[in-house]
């Protein structure tokens, strides 16, 4: 499928599930999506949408799973898309930037699934995560994070946190790895750690090869300086 996704596709007010994924569309995102009162899923991903996220979606009141994954979305990540029902979220592969919302962690509180990765987001790894009880997938890599990383971004549900190639600096808090035991992927690579790495490192019994492998990827010096 080429060409506009038409506005006059927020007059089907009765639609529950619009999945436009792997096409050629595109127009910007229509703002009157935000009329489509009963989706609940909406996927645009792998498309060549562009402009900004409209933030009429945050008045889907149902909606369950945003993906708009691999498309040329810029500006800023509207915190109105964060609505109490969404449980999985997708911006990874687009141009967005600033800082993420705090309604991404004060609003959204059954999100499992979050992919912000491949993007120019700046500002820290937001410590809210943690609050998320729910979340198992949080990937955050690629894009120019700075800052100290909060020993209070981990669950005890999270399975993958991926924060690979950011500028993400200081030393790993000793707590970081207390709620952190169901991790089987933990992929800090390519970034500005310094100091030793925390003891509870060893009680991360769940990862597997790929993930010590890409932790092992981590250059930390030790209070000596080697």
């Known amino acids: 499928m080429q060409g506009n996704l038409l506005s006059e596709i927020g007059e089907l007010d009765e639609l529950e599930t619009l999945i436009l994924s792997r096409n050629s569309l ?5 703002t009157s999506l935000g009329r489509l009162s009963q989706l609940r899923l909406l996927l645009l991903n792998r498309n060549e949408f562009t402009g900004k996220i409209p933030t009429e979606l945050g008045t889907l009141d149902r909606l369950y799973y945003l993906h708009l994954g691999d498309n040329h979305l810029d500006g800023t990540l509207p915190g109105a898309v964060f609505i109490p029902s969404l449980h999985f979220f997708d911006v990874g592969k687009n141009m967005l930037t600033g800082s993420m919302p705090n309604e991404m962690t004060q609003v959204s509180y059954d999100l499992v699934n ?11 790894i937001p410590a809210g995560l943690g609050s998320l009880t729910d979340l198992t997938f949080f990937t955050g890599d690629n894009n120019d994070f700075s800052g100290p990383l909060s020993g209070n971004v981990f669950n ?15 030393v790993l808090p000793n707590d970081l790895f207390n709620k952190g035991r169901s991790l089987t992927l933990l992929n800090l690579a390519a970034n500005n750690f310094e100091g030793t790495i925390p003891s509870g490192f060893g009680g991360l019994t769940n990862l597997n090869a790929t993930a010590t492998a890409t932790t092992e990827s981590l250059t930390l010096n030790d209070s000596d300086g080697r």
């Open 156 to 170: 005890a549900r999270m399975g993958t946190f991926d924060i690979h190639k950011n500028r993400i600096s200081g």
């Open 26 to 30: 595109v127009s910007t995102i229509p």
């Open 114 to 124: 979050i992919d912000i990765g491949n993007n120019i987001f700046t500002g820290t």
